[in-house]
């Protein structure tokens, strides 16, 4: 069984700031990670997502995370943020061996002020 | 724009009507999903399903019945449904139904029950 906790429901941030979104996950097998981002009145879309190899991965409209195996996090971050970006944010996790079934966690609402 | 195509995109239904929810990709994506998005909170799995067959039902009440006639066609059946379903149907595509590979998600539909 996995479990993956975001622990900020909501993070407000000016315009041109920097942003974290934490994720942390607890799983008893190996995963796989990946964040979503979900626009009003949409659905979702992926931003990221880590597989192997470089724990540092960079995604779609400047954002970044990085996965630290030994904390089991996986943070979301990008270094300037834009009025654009005010959306829900979502971290998932799926196993590596099991079928394609994202578990996601229960979201951090991202606001940027101007 | 997105590549999976949900259609209606609003559904106002009493308990007793019978309508059904449809969901369309021409990726050539062969695993689709059907997850439930209440208010505020994450997705929810209901159903997988890999190359036209059923592979995952998350314990969904039988009043919600989906079929998938083809590759590229997915349906949600509604029947007898509880004031509580009312939520985001959300559909997603994905090439096959491997877990290292980002689930492609539809704009959803937002459904009412009376």
């Known amino acids: 069984a996995q479990s993956v906790t975001q622990l900020d429901s909501q993070v407000p941030v000016f315009e041109e700031a920097p942003v974290e979104l934490r994720c942390n996950y607890s799983?008893?097998?190996?995963?796989?990670l990946f964040w979503y981002v979900q626009y009003p009145n949409q659905g979702l879309q992926l931003l990221l997502k880590?597989?192997?190899?470089?724990?540092l991965v960079k995604g779609i409209n400047g954002f970044e995370a990085e996965f630290n195996k030994s904390q089991t996090s996986f943070h979301l971050r990008k270094p300037s943020v834009h009025i654009s970006d005010t959306a829900e944010y979502f971290c998932?996790?799926?196993?590596?061996?099991?079928?394609?079934?994202?578990?996601f966690g229960t979201g951090t609402r991202l606001t940027v002020i101007p | 724009d997105t590549e999976v195509t949900q259609t209606p995109k609003h559904l106002v239904m009493g308990m007793t009507n019978k309508k059904s929810l449809k969901c369309e990709q021409h990726?050539?994506?062969?695993?689709m999903y059907w997850y439930k998005q209440k208010a505020k909170k994450p997705p929810e799995l209901m159903f997988v399903?890999?190359?036209?067959?059923?592979?995952i039902n998350e314990s969904v009440p039988s009043r919600f019945s989906p079929e998938c006639p083809n590759s590229s066609l997915l349906n949600l059946h509604l029947h007898a449904l509880q004031p509580e379903d009312s939520a985001l149907y959300l559909c997603?595509?994905?090439?096959?139904?491997?877990?290292?590979?980002?689930?492609?998600f539809g704009d959803g539909t937002r459904l009412s029950i009376l």
């Open positions: 997603a595509s994905s090439p096959w139904g491997d877990s290292n590979q980002p689930q492609h």
């Open positions: 799983s008893s097998v190996s995963v796989y």
């Open positions: 880590y597989l192997s190899g470089s724990t």
């Open positions: 998932a996790v799926s196993e590596r061996t099991g079928a394609n079934n994202l578990f």
């Open positions: 990726m050539g994506h062969r695993a």
């Open positions: 399903y890999s190359y036209e067959k059923l592979s």
